[in-house]
Each structure stands twice: as C-alpha cells, then as structure tokens.
C-alpha cells in the first residue's frame, strides 16, 4: 500500500554532538506500507539518554546513516496494510521497534504497536517505553527481586531511578537510592525508598555498609560508569549482582579490574533491545499490559514531563535534555509549530 505524504523528520548523516549534527529532513517521497505495517502520526515523542548516546556513535557497527533518532513516544494510526484491520485507524498506539520517533509519521509492523488505554493521557504514555519496561524487567528477570534483596541505584534522582523506587513496594525489595544533592531525598523516601544517600554529604561505601550491618546490597544498578559505578560494585555483597544501564559520566568502568577484585560479583550490562529481540509477541503485550495495569491503579506514576518543544525548535530541546539537574522529560512535539 502506498500512502502520499510529506513530513518533516530529524536525522543525523554523521556522527557527533547532537547539536551539531541533527537536521530537520523534509520527506516528500511515498510512504510504502506492506500488508502488515501501519503508519502513525506522532503526537509526542521523549528526548531520553538512549536516544541521545547512539548519536554520537557509540554503537556506530549496527547504526545506518543517515538515521532518524527516538525509541518511544505515542501517536495515532492514520493507515494500515491490506492485511489489518481499518478499525485500528484513529486509534492511539505507542508505534515502537519500528522506525526513529522524532519524526511526524512512524512506519512500524502492526504487531509491534501497543495499544494506548483510553484513560492514559499522551504525556504518560509516550513515555512508557524505555525507562518503565527496562526497571520491570530487571525487577521481574533480570535480578528477580524480592522481600530478601536490599538493591542500591545510584543517580536515583533520575525518571527511573523514581520507578525503582516505586517498584519496591510491588515486589517488597529495599531500596538504598543514591543521589548527589538533596533536591530528590523527600520524595524518593515518598515513593517508596528504604534509605537516601547523599554522596555529597556522606560516603557511600560507609552508609551502605551501616545500612546493611557490614553485609552489603544483594544488588546494585548503576546507571553512572566510572568511579561511581566502582563504588556502588564495592557495596555489594558476595554472590549479588550488578547491573549495568548507564554511562552518564561518560566515562567506562575498568571491567579487568572489576573481575579480579570482585570475582563473585555478577556485573553485567543490561541492553533492552536484547530482550525486544528474543521476546514472543504475546509476552510483549503481556509485559505492557502489567505496566499499564500498575499506572491505572496508581502503583506507578510516570514522571510530568518538565517541556513540550515544537520538533521545528529541536535545537533548544537538545539543550534542554542535556542541562543536569532538572526533573522531568523534554517532550518533542512533532506537529507543533515554532
């Protein structure tokens, strides 16, 4: 099926600093549609770190350029494939694993589409992807945590750092947040944090041990790299596990090091796209059907979005995303005018 539209999209041809080589790209080609694909007109899209790293070419072995940035974000179906249903047009989707989401048309298989709950607004929805389902399956597979775990966050301050701690009253596991300034201390205790540790005021290492009577967490995610990240490993008990999501210092852990000093430590990065690879189409609805079910009975609150920034301003929404020490997402909004 061929569908006649033009739209704007945000591409980079190169690697670098997203400011410096993200460009708004007029399509006016057609849209081609096979049988089991639709095409979403997008409402809104977050600006995350995920989206942001590939950019500046961390994983240039599996990136083709010219591409087009976005993993999450909510929009409407405006057409489908011969083979699916019509009455699917209209309806709100989350139109993931398909193409980049900062863009005003996403093409993706019908299949792959999620369902938005008509209770759910836009701001929550387009942001249920990336940080909800990474904290419920490291919950729930990864770590497999439980009354017994005590697990350590640093940077929990951050959107999901805000759900480990949410998640801690689901599954019953306490949590030690992490944070760097006392700004996030009242409402992570709020949301369901056993204990705050404010490195700038107290060592970690020593709070934890405290906290845990010298035996340490059963495990940790570290979303930060670095000496931090070597830090929140030192916390950990023998036979617990770490698990890696981030690198927001920029700068990497010395893996060599960590495998002498801490063999029976479990330290491992956990990478999303691994799980969306190998998962059957049922279990990815399954998956979202319990996180959605956990925001409608309030168990689980997505963080209000700090802005909404025309696609047009991109720039401006950049330096918003990158400014530290600020709460909430930069939403792009990819039909709004400058």
């Avoid at 990136?63 to 057409?79: D, F, K, R, T, W």
């Avoid at 490993?233 to 495998?259: F, K, Y």
Wanted: proline share 4%.
């Amino acid at each position: 099926m061929r569908c006649i539209t033009k739209f704007i999209s945000l591409q980079y041809k190169k690697f670098g600093h997203p400011l410096e080589v993200l460009e708004l790209e007029q399509q006016s080609e057609d849209i081609q549609l096979q049988h089991d694909d639709i095409m979403v007109r997008m409402i809104l899209s977050p600006i995350n770190p995920s989206d942001l790293i590939p950019i500046y070419g961390a994983y240039k072995h599996r990136i083709q350029l010219p591409a087009i940035p976005g993993y999450e974000g909510v929009g409407v179906v405006e057409a489908v494939g011969s083979s699916i249903t019509t009455s699917l047009i209209g309806k709100r989707v989350l139109p993931l694993r398909g193409e980049g989401t900062w863009q005003q048309y996403v093409k993706t298989k019908a299949n792959f589409a999620v369902p938005v709950p008509k209770e759910m607004d836009d701001e929550t929805a387009s942001q249920m992807y990336i940080n909800p389902m990474t904290a419920w399956l490291i919950c729930t597979e990864e770590l497999r945590l439980n009354s017994e775990d005590v697990l350590v966050v640093n940077a929990c301050g951050s959107a999901i750092g805000r759900l480990f701690a949410q998640l801690a009253k689901v599954f019953g596991y306490r949590l030690i947040a992490v944070v760097r300034n006392d700004i996030h201390i009242d409402e992570l205790k709020s949301l369901g944090a056993w204990a705050v540790i404010d490195t700038s005021k107290e060592s970690l290492i020593h709070s934890v041990m405290e906290l845990t009577s010298g035996l340490g967490a059963t495990a940790g995610i570290d979303s930060i790299g670095g000496q931090e990240g070597h830090d929140l490993i030192e916390c950990i008990r023998p036979d617990g596990a770490v698990t890696i999501i981030g690198l927001l210092s920029g700068n990497q852990m010395n893996w060599s090091h960590i495998h002498e000093r801490h063999p029976n430590i479990r330290v491992k990065p956990y990478w999303l796209k691994r799980w969306v690879d190998g998962i059957s189409n049922d279990r990815w609805h399954e998956n979202f059907s319990d996180l959605f079910e956990l925001v409608k009975e309030g168990t689980l609150t997505i963080q209000t979005p700090r802005t909404r920034i025309s696609i047009h301003e991109y720039k401006k929404a950049i330096e918003k995303a990158l400014a530290s020490g600020h709460i909430g997402k930069v939403l792009l909004e990819p039909f709004l005018s400058c």
